[in-house]
């Protein structure tokens, strides 16, 4: 009897399922897109469950800051606006690094030399504008700096947003814009609100007449019949990668090394062009009604000095506009 119990009880726990594997994301990617980046990641890999922590970059950062010096954190990828986050997290020893990711296609001059943390789109910052309060589009920065354009202008604040702390950093490093630019645009009444959410949802109430966004927000609100287009201006945009990372202390390193994969993967691109935005792997187009990437003037930063003056950055920012 005993024996065969024994036998049975074995067999029984072959025939379960293995257990799903959990998987802790951090990102600053909108609600909306991570719920479908789930499900499709899901399709591939149905073993895998996934949990997830949404915000800005600048909480995100915070959030993973408190928990490492608390003792760890529970999260095992990291997918962020901010590739010079990822550079502070590389310099840290946070991060784990992946020499097999599938990188094929993308421009070799945005991947990180020791495969810490890879590129997963491109997201340029241009203006965005009511179309209902604004009959003559602007068509640069210094349009923007005018003082019946800068009364009615809104920017999110790199105090919470990665792409925002880049583009403000970016900025302030070119010599045609510095600091001067953002002490002209306060000067003439310009706002800073919280994320790049808070900008569009203000532009498209025509709270503000104009606002400093993400091309993408403004683009899928276009799309949706919400009364805003997009500016990308003429001396250039910023950019960032959303880059996407494992941590170095994560307990699902296949799991997190599964979702780097299929983030780099075709079908991933090709969902993220759907979802709005300029696709990284060659062979894809951008989405319908966007520049041809190539035509794009991107704005250089120097990433070491972006990284080392951050924080003044931030509280300079913070001076101009409070926060």
Same mark, same amino acid.
């Given at each position: 009897?005993?024996?065969?119990? &024994? #036998?049975?009880? /074995?067999?029984?726990?072959?025939? &379960? ?21 789930? +499900? ?13 922590? *949404? ?8 959030? #993973?800051?408190? %928990? ?15 590739? !010079? ?9 946070? &991060? ?6 599938? !990188? %094929?296609?993308?421009? /070799? ?40 354009? /800068? ?20 900025? !302030? ?18 706002? /800073? ?37 997009? $500016?990308?201006?003429? %001396? ?11 941590? +170095? ?7 997190? *090394?599964?979702? !780097? ?11 993220? $062009? ?9 062979? &894809? ?10 035509? #794009? ?9 972006? #990284? ?16």
């Amino acid at each position: 009897m005993t024996r065969t119990l &024994l #036998l049975t009880t /074995a067999l029984s726990a072959l025939a &379960l399922p293995a257990l799903a594997e959990t998987l802790t994301i951090y990102t600053s990617q909108p609600q909306d897109q991570m719920t479908e980046v789930i +499900a499709a990641f899901n399709e591939a890999h149905p073993d895998i469950e996934v949990e997830l922590f *949404r915000s800005g970059t600048t909480e995100v950062m915070a959030k #993973l800051q408190a %928990e490492f010096a608390a003792g760890g954190s529970p999260a095992d990828v990291l997918l962020i606006a901010d590739a !010079v986050a990822m550079t502070q997290l590389k310099g840290e020893d946070r &991060l784990m690094a992946y020499p097999e990711a599938p !990188v %094929e296609g993308i421009d /070799a001059a945005l991947l990180d030399p020791d495969a810490m943390f890879f590129p997963t789109k491109l997201i340029t910052t241009g203006i965005v504008y009511n179309t209902d309060l604004v009959q003559t589009p602007p068509t640069s920065w210094a349009d923007l700096a005018q003082p019946e354009a /800068a009364a009615q202008t809104i920017m999110p604040s790199p105090l919470y947003s990665g792409a925002a702390a880049i583009h403000v950093g970016t900025m !302030v490093q070119q010599d045609q814009f510095g600091w001067d630019y953002f002490e002209t645009l306060a000067e003439n009444g310009a706002v /800073a609100g919280q994320g790049n959410g808070t900008v569009l949802e203000a532009v498209a109430r025509g709270e503000k007449a104009y606002g400093v966004l993400v091309e993408y927000m403004a683009m899928n609100a276009k799309a949706q019949g919400s009364p805003v287009d997009f $500016v990308f201006p003429s %001396e250039g945009v910023t950019a960032v990668t959303q880059p996407v990372a494992i941590l +170095a202390s994560t307990d699902a390193p296949q799991a997190a *090394r599964a979702f !780097v994969d299929w983030q780099l993967s075709r079908a991933a691109q090709e969902q993220s $062009v759907a979802q709005g935005y300029f696709p990284l792997g060659a062979g &894809l187009s951008a989405p319908e009604g966007y520049p041809d990437p190539a035509s #794009l003037t991107l704005i250089e930063a120097d990433n070491a000095r972006l #990284l080392a003056d951050g924080e003044t950055v931030k509280q300079r920012f913070a001076d101009l506009y409070g926060g």
